[in-house]
């Protein structure tokens, strides 16, 4: 079967699946299409599940990413509640937990599982009843229920999740206190200029932060665990705790039928794994950027990545995948928005914004700009992104001078 006519097989019903999915139909695919998901919801956003939907500001029907008739309408099976339990290459199928219709033969199979979050390997799994993990709309819900004013919530992490739901909690009256085994918070995504301003935000609003300090074991009930122990020696009392302490990539599906995983699943600048009838895209996949070999876990990489495959199965003669890749977080009134990716920084520039309170951090790598943090500063944003798409080079000298003019560059 050629082109347009094939059948495609996506795993994982989420925000990189369902973009390939419609992307593929408004670019002319005419072949059967099945977008295949584990979880019982429609594909939905993962964002304001650590922002306004904890707070109860936004509906849950607010999340889904298209209306309940979009799929029948573009021609896209949507199969939900169903886990892919395995993948046999050699048939070109793939078997689905439950007895009817156990399995989908595929021409093009795509792996859009995303991740999950990573578990403390000191507690057991499943985890105690007050201490939770976010990835999904039932761990938020979950999480919801035992959010209210007064209790005190440990977040483990000071990542951005971790950040988005201290700030969410303080928002609804907890007593928060966030704990960073690494010597700062924001260590692994952010510089440390970016963490300051992140840590005065929230001590502002009353979270204790304690940075450089590990759990070396928990007081009370192994099933209802009512608090830390540091290795300071240190006691921190919880109600209840969430782990904000990273992703570890569903690759499982794709090692066990013998693709190349390392971290996730290997992938070249088409999407293509180690099988050229299999591609991943999203949260799962490990690819090549910027010279080294990056899993990028966004919003927009998710959509991009999923719209450039597209692209290459209907057309396959475009170019490499070569994203700008961008992101945002919300904690109390601040938004940052981060354009370009930080990795191997040299130096840091901080601006400050014509607004009070609005501040950038711009990332150079040998003179290089590279990056920039902008905390409530869309225009050092939107200047950031039109900069590096443009590959126009604002020196360090410029950025650190006040009296500079960028609209002017
Ligand atoms: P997902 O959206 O996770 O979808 C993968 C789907 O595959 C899941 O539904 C999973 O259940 C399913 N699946 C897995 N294995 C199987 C299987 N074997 N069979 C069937 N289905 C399977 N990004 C931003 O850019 N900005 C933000 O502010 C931001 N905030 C976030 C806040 C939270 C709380 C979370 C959890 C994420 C946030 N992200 C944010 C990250 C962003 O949501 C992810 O990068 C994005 O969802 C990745 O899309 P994906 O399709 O790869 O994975």
Redesign the pocket.
Known sequence: VNGTDRSVVI?????????LAFRLREIGHQGPIAL????I?P?Y???????KYLTGELERDRLFLKPAGAYDEAGIELVLG????GIDRAARRVLLAGVDNPERRYDILVL????SPRLPEDLSDPLPDNIFT???IGD?DRMRASFAPGRRLLVVGGG??GL?LAAVARLQGLEVTLIEQAPRILGRVACAETADYFRELHTGQGVMIREGVAIAGYRGPVQRPSAVVLADGTEISFDLAVFGIGLVP?DA?ASEAGLHCDGGVLVDGWGRTSDPGIFA?????RLPLDGRMLR???????IAQ?EHLADYLVQPDVSAYAPLP?????QYACKLQIAGLNLGYTSVVTRRGSKSGSLSNWYFRDGKMIACDAMNDARSFMLAKRWLAADRQPTPEMMADPAWNPASF
Do not use: M
Not at 13 to 18: E, H, N, R, V, W
């Open positions: 795993v994982g019903a989420g925000q990189a699946g369902s973009a295949i998901g584990e979880e919801w594909p956003q993962r964002p304001p599940l650590s922002k169903r886990p892919v339990t859009a599982t995303g991740g976010l990835r999904g938020a951005y999740i988005e569903n599906l895209v999203g949260d799962c996949a990028i876990e966004s919003v927009h990489n998710a999923a961008w992101f945002w977080s919300d």
